[in-house]
């Protein structure tokens, strides 16, 4: 989505370090790699809670044009009033951090501080019992709209990105997703020289681990592997926390060879890594499905496909990957028509890359 400078785009991938970043622009790159989930929570409340405060501002001033009545307090006539109202105090506060002294939050400060000093010209006409100028309380007028259409981007913007990533894991949620795949598969269609290949983790016995050792070192474990999985991926791929202790891939531009050596790799990292806590140390391994995004079926068909070629990860000793081509099984691959005995044909051209350990 092509977004003009000064204008809060919608997230389009990964959090952390590997962001999508098509249409962008680099303060929100930014903010994405740099914020999880409760800072966008945070930003969203403070945001709206400073609006609130400018809104009420708003309402006095409008008022007192209309009322004549003159407004001796420094909130209004204040030269630097604009740093200490609800939303310059938070302004201030924010830019303490260099990650937001750019681009839209700069624009934002800019359409502020000119809001205060356009109610400062109209405030002091109302006191000076003079006309008030119609052009001047234009132009207030206006700035007061741009500035909350700012504003309320930036808001819209916070909160989707609330939406959009689980908290645990901090990866894209499965509604999420959705949206990249079905982007993944609009491309494949126009091009057919193109690929994509997706993939299913699922930790191995999991259960087990939190019948163990409770579920906060369960939590801990899902998001140690969500982290491995997502320095592990390039920086379009993408990893998402597709259900409980489910995660998908997508891989962009990727042919399933490759896909399954690098699928193979990631298994290995989270195999070899552990986590410490409570002077113990906790590790986990995964089972992995990969298969091509399908032509010929609809998305469900090729997520399902990476299911049943996990599944059968699963069944040969998990912790290992196994692939399985689309082009085998093409025309019957469709989600409504996967009964069992298309599952068992997906099964038979299900190709294990990797030896259950190393
Ligand atoms: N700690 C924690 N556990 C979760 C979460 N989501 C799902 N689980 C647990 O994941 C476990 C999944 O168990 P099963 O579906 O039986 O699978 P498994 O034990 O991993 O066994 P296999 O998949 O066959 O290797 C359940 O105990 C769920 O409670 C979560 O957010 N946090």
Known sequence: MKKADDQLPVNTGRQHANTSRSGTDNVMNNLLESLHHDDFEQLAADIKQSLEAHRHWMQRITTALVARQPLEENQFIAVDAHLHCHFGRWLTKIFQDELFQQGSFLRIEQYHRQLHDAARTLIYQLNHHAEVDIAAFEKFMQLQKEFFDMVMMLFEFSVLNKQQFDPTTRLMNRRSVDSVLANEYSRMQRADDYYCCVAMADIDQFKQVNDLWGHDVGDLLLSHTAKIFNDAIRRHDTVSRYGGEEFLFIFPDMRLEQAG??????????????????????????????????????????????????????????????????????????????????????????????????
């Open 261 to 358: 050596l690098v699928v193979d790799r990631i298994r290995k990292q989270l195999a070899n890594s552990s986590i410490s806590h409570h002077s113990h140390l906790h590790s986990v391994t995964a089972s992995f499905g990969v298969t091509q995004l399908c032509r010929h079926c609809d998305i469900k068909g090729s997520v399902k496909r990476a299911d049943i070629a996990m599944y059968a990860a699963k069944e040969s000793g998990r912790n290992c990957t196994v692939t399985v081509d689309s082009q085998a099984v093409v025309g019957q691959t469709s989600y409504e028509h996967l009964n069992k005995e298309i599952t068992e044909l997906i099964r038979q051209h299900c190709k294990r890359v990797a030896p259950g350990t190393d």
